[in-house]
């Protein structure tokens, strides 16, 4: 690895993120910047910078996700954010779902070797998974396309009440606004924005959090989600 490429040392607040996870967070950090970048999941301008912009800024999203909830990560890459949450919270049930082969084998070896008994990978789009996979009370999402699209992905694969967590930028309430006529669609009833990490990351993260009703992904995929738990019953 060039020196332009070497990842640092952890920070502090690392450890206090992490707290006994720290060891495997470590390791997390050096798969990604070694396989993680020679696999071309993560480019090599941003392992200098690993742990401020991605790790803890993915991590700290454990303050707004409910205890002991389940949890799919909608277009996982690499693993950001579903596995430093999964780091810190062990009480929650996660499934990373990636479409891309090289990505999945890279997110089940990173599972199997920092034993993370609470998280499985899926391998799929998300607008595939409908009666494939258990609807989850916590979708979550790291900008990997703009808000209207993503809810139309993570939505659908909620639970009735459930909540898509989405990490943002800067423009997090004027995509919440274009959006806005598409998520009433989507059966969203409530949106807001939310800044956590203070203390860790400068600047605190964003993350648009968009609530449904008993209807997620609105009348459109009520009639495919009846049709997904006819077949499944036909299967048994």
């Not at 605190?204 to 609530?211: F, H, L």
């Not at 992904?217 to 077949?231: M, Y």
């Amino acid at each position: 690895m060039s020196e332009a490429e070497e990842l640092p040392p952890a920070p502090q607040e690392a450890h206090t993120v992490f707290g006994e996870f720290f060891p495997e967070a470590v390791r997390y950090a050096e798969l990604l910047a070694d396989a993680g970048v020679k696999r071309g999941l993560i480019g090599p301008r941003e392992v200098p910078r690993l742990w401020e912009r991605h790790l803890l800024n993915c991590a700290v999203l454990s303050e707004v996700v409910p205890e002991g909830v389940t949890v799919c990560d909608v277009g996982s890459g690499a693993g950001l954010p579903g596995i430093p949450l999964a780091l810190v919270r062990p009480d929650l049930k996660i499934t990373l779902l990636e479409p891309l082969l090289r990505r999945t084998n890279f997110l089940q070896e990173v599972v199997e070797l920092l034993g993370l008994d609470h998280v499985t990978v899926a391998r799929g789009r998300a607008e595939e998974m409908l009666g494939k996979l258990p609807p989850v009370h916590v979708v979550t999402a790291r900008a990997v396309a703009p808000l209207d699209r993503l809810a139309g992905w993570g939505v659908p694969l909620l639970r009735p009440y459930g909540e898509m967590l989405a990490l943002k930028g800067d423009t997090a309430e004027e995509e919440i606004q274009s959006a806005r006529a598409a998520l009433s669609k989507l059966g969203v009833v409530r949106t807001s924005v939310l800044h956590v990490g203070e203390g860790i990351v400068d600047p605190m993260s964003t993350v648009v959090r968009v609530e449904v009703g008993e209807s997620p992904g609105g009348v459109r995929f009520a009639a495919k989600r009846a049709k997904a738990a006819r077949t499944s019953r036909r299967r048994r």
